[in-house]
Structure formats: C-alpha cells, structure tokens
C-alpha cells in the first residue's frame, strides 16, 4: 500500500510595512513583493483616500475594519497593498478628503523604488 504525504502548506510572505511619508526616503522592494500602508478612516464623515499612483505600481484597498465596533460613526483602519510590477522608483499619493469638496484635508506621499 503506497502512503501519501500531503504537501506542506507554503505561507504567502507578509506585507512590508510601507514607511517614510512626506519624505524623500525610499521604500525598497522587490519586484512582485509587496509593501502595507494603514491609515485611519471614517467613511461616516464623507471623508475617504484617494490613491494616484505612477505606473509601476499596484495599489488596492485589502481591508477596511472598524476601530470601535458597534459604535455609529467611529472611525476605521484601511489597509492598502502596494506591489511593485516594475524596476524603477515611483510615487503614491494618498489624498484624505470628500470626493465632492475636491481639497484634501491631509496628504501622505510615498516613494518606492523596486528592484
């Protein structure tokens, strides 16, 4: 009788976290690997981020997950993932603000350089 072994599960490499906002320091990242930024929402206000990201790198809400929950009008925690899909150095901006004011309240500049 043949005896099978499954294979071992093979984890997923986590998110770097993605630092040096409004600053000239660089993110350095593999290309394919991929970076987290998080930064506190609250949807409840009309207030969200809007990403502008150079080509080169892919941005995409993973999660948003209420702080407080239950508690009406709390804020939350979004997390972004950034993967690098070509070598070069790039910016993404994050713009908190209300889709219909066109003004951000905060801006939050990244520079990530893949490898």
Do not use: C, H
Request: glycine letters at 8%; charged letters at 20%; aromatic letters at 6%.
């Amino acid at each position: 009788m043949m005896s099978m072994i499954a294979p071992a599960a093979i984890a997923a490499p986590a998110d770097l976290p993605l630092a040096g906002a409004n600053s000239s320091k660089a993110t350095t990242l593999r290309r394919g690997q991929s970076a987290r930024v998080e930064l506190q929402t609250n949807a409840s206000t009309g207030y969200t981020w809007k990403v502008d990201a150079d080509r080169g790198v892919s941005v995409t809400l993973v999660t948003t997950v209420a702080t407080r929950p239950g508690m009406v009008g709390a804020p939350s925690l979004a997390t972004y993932r950034i993967i690098g899909t070509r070598r070069g150095t790039y910016r993404i901006v994050f713009r908190y603000m209300r889709p219909w004011e066109g003004k951000a309240v905060r801006t939050l500049t990244y520079i990530v350089r893949i490898v």
